[in-house]
């Protein structure tokens, strides 16, 4: 909190089912001031690991955003991060964790002098089945042998 003139950050979700999904939005300026970026399926069990979202964070303070926008992931951050950004949300959103339930739109309010952060929404909204994992991904690994197979395609 060091350092920061927003101590309050409210605005839109903007989902993201892994770290690269992010950086190349970021990468893009394919998102806008206000929006709170979630960075889910980071943690130990959906990495596998737990990386951290220096990156992430270093391309939204070089485009100017780094107090416009709130960065969220069930990941870890490093002590060099700077900014609106709230990490090791737990449980994470791979086991069913609370980063699951929220979808690209829902209100987030992120209170850093009262060490808070609330998604805005109903009862009606959040009747997704308790526990109920995000998206899958397949692991990174199987995820790098895929792409790498459908660019030798594009590119012979």
Not at 96 to 107: E, F, H, Q, W
């Amino acid at each position: 909190m060091a350092g920061l003139k927003v101590l309050v950050h409210e605005g839109p979700a903007r989902i993201f089912e892994c770290e690269e999904d992010c950086v190349r939005a970021v990468e893009a300026r394919a998102y806008q001031a206000g929006e709170v970026l979630i960075v889910r399926n980071e943690g130990p069990v959906g990495g596998p690991g737990m990386r951290e979202m220096l990156g992430v964070t270093a391309i939204i303070y070089g485009q100017q955003m780094g107090e416009k926008v709130a960065l969220v992931t069930d990941g870890r951050f490093s002590g060099a991060t700077r900014g609106i950004c709230v990490g090791h949300v737990s449980p994470e959103a791979a086991n069913g964790g609370p980063l699951a339930l929220v979808r690209d739109g829902d209100r987030v309010r992120i209170d850093i002098a009262n060490r808070r952060m609330d998604l805005l929404a109903g009862a009606s909204e959040l009747a997704a089945p308790a526990g109920a994992p995000s998206q899958k991904r397949a692991p990174r690994q199987i995820r790098k042998a895929r792409r790498a197979s459908q660019s030798r395609r594009r590119h012979p």
